[in-house]
């Protein structure tokens, strides 16, 4: 009894939640055979983009695993809060391209917009909700503070002066438990509460699926596969 009873207040005392136990892994995948991979043809600043690439609209690995999926647990009661991170985060462009591609936003933070090429660049988000930016980033210019971001909300994201080759998404989140596939289509969500959620999957190029999972201590699997937008 006694040992139980300092275990609870240990758990109190360090922040910790016997509730807050359960994760969710899995792997999104292309529900079809793969398409042949698009290549974006390059007419300006060759010498640092390059003459040809291929689109990152739909990336895939070799077994049909979808990178830069956005994967969220909606209505979790009780769960932790989406913290903002004392370090702003970075978001670059490097090479005519920008990095990452699909970038979550806690709410309420800044980020950083880095320009590691030495050519000028533009970013440009096309936002209906948040401050948007629209500012020209020359080689001089190597980095810059965003507005908050005070509103959920997917964000497109380009550069004007290297438009069709240079795109991107904001993911602005009031939810820790928003994660993006890896390149292999996996992803890890943990320090769920046990219950029975919806599960969000969305991609550029792919559209929105939901599922409904339930976390009851330890470890749930999700493996979804996905179909292109008709």
């Avoid at 910790?16 to 042949?36: D, F, M, Q, R, Y």
Wanted: glycine share 8%.
């Amino acid at each position: 009894m006694k040992n139980r009873f300092l275990l609870a207040l240990a758990l109190v005392v360090y922040g910790a939640s016997p509730l807050l136990a359960g994760s969710l892994s899995g792997k999104i995948t292309l529900g079809v055979e793969p398409p042949a991979i698009r290549k974006v043809k390059i007419d300006k600043d060759q010498n640092i983009c390059g003459s040809e690439r291929a689109s990152e609209k739909l990336i895939l690995s070799g077994d049909k695993g979808v990178a830069n999926a956005v994967i969220s647990i909606t209505g979790v009661p009780g769960g932790k809060a989406m913290p903002i991170p004392a370090k702003k985060i970075e978001f670059a462009q490097e090479k005519c391209q920008f990095k990452p591609h699909v970038l979550v936003i806690p709410k309420g933070a800044e980020i950083d917009v880095l320009n590691n090429d030495p050519i000028t660049h533009n970013i440009h988000t096309f936002s209906s909700k948040n401050v948007p930016i629209n500012k020209a980033q020359p080689a001089s210019l190597k980095r810059f503070t965003s507005s908050k971001f005070d509103e959920v909300e997917r964000i497109k994201v380009q550069c004007d002066i290297h438009r069709g080759l240079m795109s991107a998404w904001f993911v602005v989140a009031d939810s820790p438990y928003t994660v993006v596939s890896d390149a292999n289509g996996k992803f890890n969500i943990g320090d769920i509460p046990d219950g029975t959620y919806q599960v969000e999957i969305w991609h550029e190029a792919l559209g929105v699926e939901k599922k409904e999972v339930t976390i009851k201590g330890g470890e749930a699997k999700l493996d979804v596969s996905l179909l292109p937008k008709k």
